[in-house]
């Protein structure tokens, strides 16, 4: 019995009004009783301007679409031949540039297959011997005696032809 009497209980409370409740309004009036609605001014809109503008717009293309005076072409015309002779000139500008690269790609080729030069023109002989000098255990460095001697004998012919040379220059 007693869970029955604890369920009317609770039915009771719930039906008796408890006092003033706080009701919470989330309007914008701030506890006014009049309401004022927000301005809105709104925009003529793109559609308007797009029709307004097409006036003038179809106006203009008219004027340059008529042939001129004395049976002389339109502006529009010399426009449309002016953008054929640019594709003309691109055109041009491409058969140049493909040719320009193809004779590239020969002369590439030529110098990639071209033989080899076997033998290597030293200027100075210590090119043999360069490396760091310290820290050198001996016996590493190569004896280069007869090849500096070759060069030098190489260097004392080469001077001897020039002189012999500008010797006949001059006696002529």
Not at 131 to 143: D, E, I, L, M, R
Request: charged letters at 20%; zero cysteines.
């Amino acid at each position: 019995m007693s869970a029955f009497r604890q369920r009317a209980a609770q039915l009771v409370r719930q039906a008796r009004p408890t006092g003033a409740r706080n009701t919470r309004s989330y309007g914008s009036s701030h506890g006014h009783d009049h309401h004022h609605g927000h301005t809105v001014e709104e925009s003529l809109g793109v559609g308007t301007y797009i029709a307004v503008g097409l006036v003038p717009a179809s106006y203009i293309v008219y004027s340059i679409s008529r042939t001129g005076e004395n049976g002389e072409e339109s502006t529009l015309h010399k426009w449309f031949r002016s953008l054929t002779d640019y594709g003309t000139q691109w055109e041009t500008r491409n058969h140049m540039v493909t040719a320009a690269l193809e004779q590239a790609a020969h002369d590439k080729h030529l110098l990639l297959n071209a033989p080899q030069r076997k033998n290597i023109e030293l200027r100075f002989p210590e090119v043999f011997q360069t490396g760091s000098p310290f820290n050198v255990p001996a016996g590493h460095y190569a004896n280069i005696d007869q090849v500096v001697e070759h060069y030098r004998q190489q260097h004392l012919n080469e001077e001897e032809r020039k002189a012999k040379k500008l010797a006949a220059a001059s006696q002529q």
